[in-house]
């Protein structure tokens, strides 16, 4: 077992608060994980309008970081044995019926190298 | 007097099982926690005493009032002889020119502080779960070892070593909750929440133990949420919300079995034998426990049960749905992974509940195999049959494996 972060992008910032029925599957997508007890970190959404992004020589700009048009809506962590098994969690989740897309990245431990 | 059927033997069992518990509380307060023993030695002679002088000349007026004075003289009587109090408690109380031990008293305000400051020593870290709940039945409850064993189905010797290991770490405990202090009470509470919790549970979800037993077990531990719901210091949300859970789980304690004492599944049970009265109290603490923008398992845990006390309409399970979600993303275990489930058909479909069952990885257990017979009921009978028997392999009472083997009948009879 080893811990996979599962990060959320899209690229449109204006999208409209979710309906609840996208809640709904959103809350019944994580509790699936959940429920096999495979989620180390239920993570946490991130805000498109609360965001500064910092670079050298005292550079702030407002918005979060968008080099490729996309920002990081959020993020969880999941417990699998492989990184297949996370991926094959991160197909389900309802992100990627609104354009977005999502990162499976495993989480190193401290004597590991990237 | 004599031609009536001796009261006493009625009454001190029961009066044992309200007042020993409260007297080993005063009893520990005045003397420390290490002395446990000897408190306790001085209230079962009490009520030994008790058995003999009431058998004689009928119980007293007021039979409670009649045990604190003799516990009280035992007391005075067992530390003159043993001058335990002169070379032991007073130097370890710091006290000084006292000829006598002091006296104790019996007063309400003492019974209820003690009380509470008991439940916290017995929920010491130091002990295992298992054992911290052993301690609570006995010290507590008033349970003996050998009701604890049957409801454990533990050997006595088990539970005997069970509790000497337990017994050390409450007489060596100095984390000062003589005097209760709200720092101490803090940092416990959690841990007495959960053992008054699991102490339910044991009597609630296990069908193993002895009826009669599991039924005190259920009633001990709402007396003991209801004891710390009414202290300002321990009456927490999440107190309030485990008092509702209870009540709520309790409502329909009558209502789960059957005469022969086979389980009655939840969608069977005869609704009119469901209490209203635990369901309005249990209404009443799970708004208490709702004054706070807190929510805890037991919250979650509680408007379940909230649910499940209302009638069956369109929008019932979605709720119950969104509330298993929660409760298994806050706090994973088998039971509820398995439950969400459960509920998840009822949204969603036995179709799609089926993968969502199979993933869960828990075919060690029972109640797996009984939910996936139960999905696959209408879909493959086949299937549903094999999962069934598989439940029935897996368990062990006998009116559970009776409960499921009817399933199987009603799949074999459907054409």
């Known amino acids: ?114 | 007097m004599e031609e009536k059927p001796s009261p006493h033997q009625e009454l001190l069992p029961r009066l044992f099982r309200l007042e020993y518990a409260k007297m080993t509380a005063v009893l520990c307060r005045h003397f420390g926690l290490q002395h446990i023993e000897t408190a306790e030695d001085i209230v079962s002679d009490t009520f030994l005493k008790a058995a003999e002088h009431w058998s004689r000349s009928g119980a007293p007026p007021n039979p409670t009032a009649w045990l604190y004075t003799v516990a009280k003289n035992h007391a005075r009587d067992h530390f003159k002889r043993h001058s335990l109090f002169e070379t032991q408690i007073k130097p370890a109380l710091g006290v000084d020119g006292l000829e006598t031990a002091p006296e104790v008293d019996f007063t309400e305000q003492t019974i209820t502080d003690s009380q509470l400051a008991m439940i916290f020593a017995v929920c010491n870290p130091a002990n295992s779960t298992e054992a911290q709940i052993c301690l609570a039945l006995q010290v507590l409850c008033g349970f003996s070892v050998e009701e604890i064993a049957g409801a454990f189905l533990s050997k006595t010797e088990t539970i005997k070593k069970r509790l000497a290991r337990a017994r050390a770490n409450l007489r060596n405990d100095r984390s000062g909750i003589w005097p209760l202090q709200a720092a101490a009470i803090q940092s416990r509470l959690d841990t007495v929440l959960r053992t008054i919790y699991l102490l339910f549970n044991e009597g609630y979800a296990s069908r193993s133990a002895h009826h009669l037993i599991r039924k005190d077990f259920c009633s001990e531990a709402m007396r003991l949420a209801l004891f710390l719901t009414e202290n300002p210091l321990t009456g927490t949300p999440k107190a309030n919300a485990l008092l509702a859970l209870i009540c709520y789980q309790s409502s329909r304690l009558e209502a789960r079995e059957d005469d022969a004492g086979d389980a009655v599944l939840f969608e069977q049970q005869d609704k009119s034998r469901w209490s209203k009265e635990l369901i309005e109290k249990g209404n009443f603490y799970l708004v208490e426990a709702c004054s706070a923008n807190e929510i805890s398992k037991y919250h979650l845990e509680a408007a379940i049960a909230y649910w499940h006390t209302t009638p069956t309409d369109h929008d019932k399970w979605k709720h119950i749905l969104q509330l298993y979600n929660q409760l298994v993303i806050l706090e994973y275990s088998p039971i509820t992974a398995l439950n969400r489930t459960f509920a998840f058909a009822k949204v969603h479909g036995n179709h799609q509940a089926i993968p969502e069952a199979e993933k869960l990885g828990l075919s060690h257990l029972n109640y797996y195999h009984s939910l996936l017979g139960f999905l696959y009921t209408g879909i493959s009978t086949a299937k549903a049959i094999r999962h069934y028997q598989k439940a029935i392999a897996l368990t062990r009472p006998a009116a559970e494996k009776r409960t499921l083997a009817k399933e199987i009948e009603r799949l074999r009879a459907q054409p």
Do not use: C
Not at chain 1, 82 to 87: P, Q
């Open chain 1, 1 to 114: 077992m080893r811990d996979f972060l599962l990060i959320f992008r899209n690229s449109d910032t204006s999208h409209p608060a979710p309906t609840p029925e996208q809640m709904q599957e959103r809350m019944n997508w994580m509790a699936g994980i959940a429920a096999q007890n495979k989620l180390a970190d239920k993570g946490n959404r991130l805000s498109g309008s609360i965001a500064k992004t910092v670079r050298p020589d005292d550079v702030v700009t407002d918005g979060p970081y968008t080099e490729i048009k996309e920002f990081i809506l959020g993020y969880v962590i999941v417990k699998t044995d492989t990184i297949e098994e996370a991926v094959d969690i991160a197909k389900k989740n309802p992100i990627l019926k609104m354009g977005g897309n999502i990162e499976v990245r495993a989480i190193l431990t401290p004597e590991e190298k990237g």
